[in-house]
């Protein structure tokens, strides 16, 4: 933020307070043009009353009347041609922008067709690598422009990094997407949602996809702030922004999630300087605000009365105060700008961790981020610090141990009833506990939508009824079996697999291609199959068997060419485990939790915006 910038902010709101129109005489006249005199004049009194040096508030009030003049010209084209124009903006990752271009296209045009412009005006080969960002939403190529909210005379943010890095990160962008999705496909065996005490959190499977791709979005972007590649990070948040847009109101709330993107969008925009979103800014901070007001009280009384002022929560709110306070800054509301600038910096001076008591506890063995947390949930005491890093691994690991039979019951239903009812895997383990047989219980949840108390009222009182609605359990096909272990996979499991979806062959074959624990234990069964197709012949009989091992059985046409597919899919399961690897490596650059906060750049925010306050 520049003095430049502070005058325009200035000389705006005193143009707007006198409703002083600089397109309009006695500062302009058609066919004549601007007239100086008049703008000497006015640039004179203003100088005075806003203590700006005469020279730079002539050379301001002529960009703004050259713009305002731009804006009417546009407005008239429009309306006789249909050629809406856009003021685009491009920024880079570390926030240097371009100077605003013009762009002209129509609103019934494709947004593909908005790219092909912006990328022809900056010579650009390939027009998938510009990123047009439009009121916090990444303009989609395959949408007219009007369906999208655009309208003439809007100003859009352009995220393009220098030669050839639009073409990386555009590739970089879709490759995380891609992996992301594989995983959240995987049905939790790669990775599962779990509340930052360990309880998992379990959801229908669509919900659960949505949430589960949002939140892994949401992971990677954190990555790319730690790096402070902004330019990535805010296509990541406005992806996982989308993505938690799917999901259910009453789980967005549930999750504090979606007030950190919002939160993160907005620092984004801060740090790319991106003055061009305001007002995305302020609709995002107020939803930011409200959804810690519900989780820590009106201004946050109840999380201050639980923790203290100086819990690490607080770091969260001393950059929505800080971020509050740049918005109002910018919007000329100096009074409430200076406040909340204010507040931030007393977060800020409660929060700071003595670099002493820091060290101390890294030189024991504790990671930085827990050390800091840990400091800061303990007002700054070693001992109490110490004390609150072993509860919290403690508690960590009880309840993830508790919640193990939970997370088993959820995997062997979700494979027994692929896109059937779901059923809450912990209401299911509730009862089960109270000593009711899990059939019966399935089928009471069933009933009553996952309703607790009246499935538990179905098992006291129509238990018989549950039990006569439950199909029977047809015993293990041992045929089937016997193919199962021929291609590789361990006796126990196989049997498992066959009860669990009722003998059927190719539902068993994925049930247990999804349960390898190892990369290695998939690549040894997908050498069993080849070897078994190797062996047999086109007709599905064995090869003449050199060695003393267990004679394969006949295999019919239709079992060969299953077996096949599940093959290719056994291989696209690799690519799953490759694209866990990927996404594993890309989140274990944040070794630290979402409350560990340095709070470095925060502090030279604030310092320059309270300077620019005091001039």
């Not at 092909?116 to 027009?127: G, I, R, S």
């Not at 949430?211 to 402070?228: P, Q």
């Not at 998939?522 to 190797?534: N, P, R, Y």
């Amino acid at each position: 933020m520049s003095q430049i910038n502070n005058t325009f902010l200035k000389l705006r709101a005193r143009l707007r307070e006198r409703d002083i129109k600089l397109w309009e005489d006695p500062y302009y006249f058609e066919g004549v043009g601007s007239i100086e005199s008049e703008m000497d004049r006015l640039a004179r009194d203003l100088s005075a009353e806003l203590s700006i040096g005469i020279s730079d508030c002539r050379i301001a009030l002529n960009e703004m009347q050259d713009s305002a003049l731009r804006k009417l010209e546009a407005r008239k084209e429009f309306n006789d041609t249909g050629l809406a124009t856009f003021n685009v903006r491009c920024v880079d990752g570390k926030g240097v922008t371009s100077k605003m271009m013009e762009i002209k296209c129509s609103l019934g045009g494709l947004g593909s067709e908005l790219k092909k412009e912006v990328a022809k005006k900056l010579k650009l080969n390939d027009p998938n690598h510009v990123k047009c960002i439009s009121k916090g939403r990444i303009i989609k190529s395959h949408k007219t422009l009007a369906s999208q909210g655009l309208k003439t005379n809007q100003q859009l943010m352009v995220i393009l990094g220098g030669e050839n890095k639009g073409q990386k990160l555009h590739e970089r962008i879709q490759r995380i997407r891609a992996d992301v999705e594989i995983i959240a496909d995987a049905d939790h065996r790669f990775m599962e949602m779990e509340d930052q005490d360990g309880r998992p959190i379990f959801l229908p499977p669509d919900e659960n996809r949505s949430l589960l791709m949002a939140m892994s979005m949401y992971e990677a972007s954190r990555a790319a702030i730690r790096r402070e590649h902004f330019d990535e990070a805010l296509l990541l948040l406005l992806e996982a922004d989308e993505l938690f847009s799917r999901c259910n109101s009453n789980i967005l709330e549930a999750v504090d999630n979606y007030a950190l993107i919002n939160l993160d969008i907005v620092w984004c925009y801060l740090c790319l300087k991106s003055i061009t979103q305001l007002p995305d800014a302020q609709r995002r901070l107020e939803i930011c605000e409200r959804s810690f007001f519900k989780s820590y009280g009106e201004q946050f009384s109840r999380l201050y009365s639980m923790k203290g002022t100086s819990c690490p929560e607080r770091a969260l709110i001393m950059r929505l105060h800080l971020l509050q306070g740049v918005l109002f800054f910018h919007q000329n509301r100096r009074d409430e700008a200076y406040e909340k600038l204010e507040e931030a910096t007393k977060d800020l001076d409660e929060l700071r961790v003595n670099e002493y008591q820091l060290t101390t506890l890294m030189e024991m063995g504790f990671k930085e981020s827990d050390a800091r947390l840990a400091l800061r949930s303990c007002a700054g005491n070693v001992d109490r610090a110490i004390q609150f890093i072993q509860e919290r691994v403690e508690k960590i690991t009880e309840e993830r141990k508790n919640s193990a039979p939970a997370k088993r019951v959820n995997l062997e239903m979700r494979e027994a009833n692929s896109g059937g009812e779901w059923v809450d895997p912990r209401s299911v383990c509730r009862l089960m506990e109270m000593g009711y047989e899990r059939r019966l219980v399935v089928e009471a949840l069933k009933r009553t939508e996952n309703n607790l108390d009246r499935s538990l009222d179905l098992l006291q009182r129509h238990s018989d009824d549950l039990r006569a609605n439950l199909p029977a359990t047809p015993p293990v096909d041992e045929s089937l079996l016997s193919t199962l272990q021929q291609l590789g996979f361990p006796a126990s499991s196989a049997q498992a697999a066959l009860e669990t979806t009722d003998n059927d062959f190719r539902k068993s074959i994925e049930f247990l291609l999804k349960s390898f624990v190892s990369e290695d234990e998939l690549l040894g069964v997908i050498e069993a199959m080849t070897k078994l197709l190797e062996d047999l012949g086109p007709s599905g009989s064995n090869r003449e068997n050199n060695n003393n091992s267990t004679p394969l059985v006949n295999l019919s046409t239709s079992k060969i060419n299953l077996i096949k597919s599940v093959l290719s899919q056994a291989k696209s399961e690799m690519e799953s485990y490759k694209a866990f690897k990927r996404v594993n490596d890309e989140f274990s650059e944040i070794n630290s939790h979402y409350l560990d906060m340095k709070l470095v750049q925060e502090e030279q925010v604030l310092i320059e915006y309270r300077s620019l306050l005091e001039r």
